[in-house]
């Protein structure tokens, strides 16, 4: 599906400028500059079917400069960080790393289509930022109520389950440091912010 | 003892709480002593980084940055739970491949008072240090159960073997470690082709048609080949092996009944300690009926019963109740065993 023509008056360095921004804002060597359309990434995904492009897709669309539909894509959250494309391609790009950076991006911008992935992230980092440690119940409970309410009485089975057997935790637990740990999030943000 | 600094991770404390109290039993018998890094926070997960890359770096970073500072007389950093071993290894890799992370990331850890050199914490996963450090002649030493007749299904899932950024497992996609773990407590090991295949991680909370379809896949192959049970390294993995085993039942009309547990609770198990300890009962899919191959006791509840062995137990009373009165002979009480 593309929505979006190459405009040819925008030119390559328009278009280039856009690959490099998503490989420098990639943690270590993205190596996306390398990527010989080969697809042994789409192939080796378990969540392919779900994608509206491919990786490989993606990544010529990334390269052709065409932002808004790259951002607006849900194949970075659809990805499960499983690292099978990583370990298989043949260029050695980070795949799974720069899906991480469009996630970031597309969450930023709030260009995504569909919330239910970044909201669900959006709530993790919210728990972990207010107590320093993952709180599951907290997590599921305001996930299910947002984006699957009708999936709750189905999952009480699984959630008294879970209870009963004590693996359910019914209040965080916070971090000494969480001040600390703030000043640390808090300039963070500032330098991603800046730079 | 060897000695080893301990990063446990959310998970350990709430839904793999299994994955805790067994582990404990066997650090002893295993000569492991571990010491865990004081105020540890949570690793991220999968999710901090796909809403901002530095304070993801940041908040992995004062972990290695808290296990730094407490090194003394080891600077290897032991993680149990597999995202919690990957995005500390990883950090640490990009921290030193990367000059740009790594100064943004210590002027991050400077408003908390906290500086971290890359490179000055090796991490490990508890897998591979008992196999490389404390070695499978020690692991076959303190066996005082062999898991003899018992066939496993060993599952690492993904986040252990790959991206394996310090290369030190056997294979990317078929590694060898678990096996070879699992073999020395003398289960039978199947050869479990999706061992390095993706349980679904979050997506039985974003996209659950997804997350069951991979789930089908494990639980259906695992039972195909006989399996009595699946082990598994990683709390993500018998999370959604275990506690969505009901749900993707029902959205496929299947009836699996596979049960999953850590490879630290067959140890236990294996070095004598009892169910109960080792956190047997916890899983939502009951292992008791397979762990019955080992001698342990079975649950007799008849809510434990499938439609087969219920009706395999009546026709066995009925034939009882139907025969002349007998010694009882070897294999008779097998036909009240769980298959």
């Known amino acids: 599906m593309i929505v979006q023509e190459v405009v040819p008056g925008r030119g390559r360095t328009g278009n280039a400028r856009f690959l490099e921004e998503v490989s420098a804002a990639t943690a270590g060597v993205s190596r996306l500059e390398m990527c010989i359309q080969c697809g042994c990434c789409g192939g080796s995904c378990p969540s392919a079917a779900e994608m509206d492009h491919t990786p490989r897709r993606l990544f010529a669309l990334i390269r052709a400069g065409m932002r808004d539909e790259v951002l607006a894509s849900n194949t970075p959250w659809m990805c499960v960080s499983c690292y099978h494309c990583v370990v298989r391609c043949p260029q050695g790009v980070h795949v799974v790393d720069v899906m991480y950076t469009l996630k970031s991006m597309a969450a930023h911008q709030r260009a995504y289509r569909d919330a239910t992935a970044p909201d669900f992230s959006r709530t993790f980092v919210r728990n972990v930022e207010a107590y320093g440690r993952s709180f599951e119940l907290g997590l599921t409970a305001l996930h299910y109520l947002k984006h699957f309410r009708l999936r709750l009485p189905g999952m009480a089975p699984m959630g008294i389950g879970m209870m009963t057997r004590g693996r359910l935790g019914l209040r965080p637990r916070r971090i000494e440091g969480s001040d600390q740990l703030a000043a640390i999030l808090r300039r963070a943000k500032g330098l991603e912010d800046g730079s | ?339």
Request: with cysteine.
């Open chain 2, 1 to 339: 003892m060897s000695h080893y600094l301990y990063y446990p991770g959310c998970s350990m404390e709430s839904s793999a709480a299994a994955y805790r109290e067994s582990l404990e039993t066997v650090l002893g018998p295993l000569g492991i002593r571990l010491e865990e890094i004081d105020d540890w926070n949570c690793c991220g997960a999968t999710e901090y980084v796909g809403i901002s890359l530095l304070p993801a770096y940041a908040l992995i970073a004062r972990n290695l940055a808290l296990a730094a500072r407490q090194a003394d007389g080891t600077r290897t950093l032991v993680a149990a739970c597999s995202a919690c071993y990957l995005n500390l290894a990883k950090a640490d890799h990009y921290l030193q491949e990367s000059r740009t992370l790594a100064a943004n990331v210590n002027s991050a850890l400077g408003a908390g008072g906290l500086a971290y050199r890359a490179g000055s914490v090796t991490v490990r996963h508890l897998l591979e240090v008992i196999i490389t450090d404390v070695g499978l002649d020690a692991v076959r030493a303190a066996v005082s159960r062999p898991l003899s007749g018992l066939r496993v299904a060993p599952y690492l899932g993904c986040m252990v073997p790959r991206p394996d950024p310090d290369h030190r497992w056997t294979d990317h996609e078929r590694p060898r470690e678990l096996d070879l773990l699992l073999a020395a407590l003398g289960a039978e090991v199947v050869d479990y082709p999706l061992k390095t295949e993706c349980c679904g991680g979050h997506m039985t909370q974003i996209s659950p048609a997804i997350g069951f379809e991979l789930i089908r896949r494990l639980i259906a192959e695992a039972t195909r080949l006989g399996a009595d049970l699946m082990v598994t390294v990683c709390p993500m993995c018998q999370m959604n092996v275990d506690a969505f085993q009901g749900e993707t039942n029902r959205h496929f009309g299947t009836h699996y009944r596979m049960p999953i547990l850590f490879y630290t609770q067959l140890m236990g198990l294996a070095f004598g300690r009892e169910a109960r300890e080792v956190g047997i009962g916890r899983e939502l899919v009951d292992a008791r009926p397979a762990l019955a191959r080992i001698g342990l006791p079975v649950p007799s509840t008849a809510a434990e019963e499938t439609p087969e062995t219920k009706a395999a137990r009546i026709e066995a009373a009925h034939r009882r109740r139907q025969a002349l009165p007998m010694p009882p002979m070897p294999g008779d009480a097998r036909e009240e065993g769980p298959r």
